[in-house]
């Protein structure tokens, strides 16, 4: 199992999953010449995320709605990761 040690500091206003994918894209791929774009469904996030080696996501500003917060965090869940909000 490949390490999982990324924390991940969202300070973006997060209203919608798109919102939430476009901030873990921007974070992610910071430092790249060439960052790929970002997801637009679950599936994709769950990709950039194992990419990432992400551990935690520490999001200051979460205003999803409580269907895709549990979707979200049903995925995270899976790959073990641990969202604070």
């Not at 679950?42 to 979460?62: C, F, N, T, V, Y």
């Amino acid at each position: 199992m490949p390490l999982r040690d990324n924390p991940i500091l969202i300070n973006h206003r997060l209203r919608c999953r798109q919102d939430f994918f476009d901030a873990l894209t921007a974070i992610s791929y910071r430092d790249c010449v060439n960052p790929r774009p970002a997801p637009t469904n679950l599936d994709g996030m769950a990709d950039l995320l194992r990419e990432a080696r992400a551990g935690k996501i520490i999001a200051s500003d979460w205003g999803l709605d409580d269907a895709d917060t549990s979707r979200i965090n049903g995925i995270l869940d899976d790959l073990g990761i641990t969202l604070c909000r």
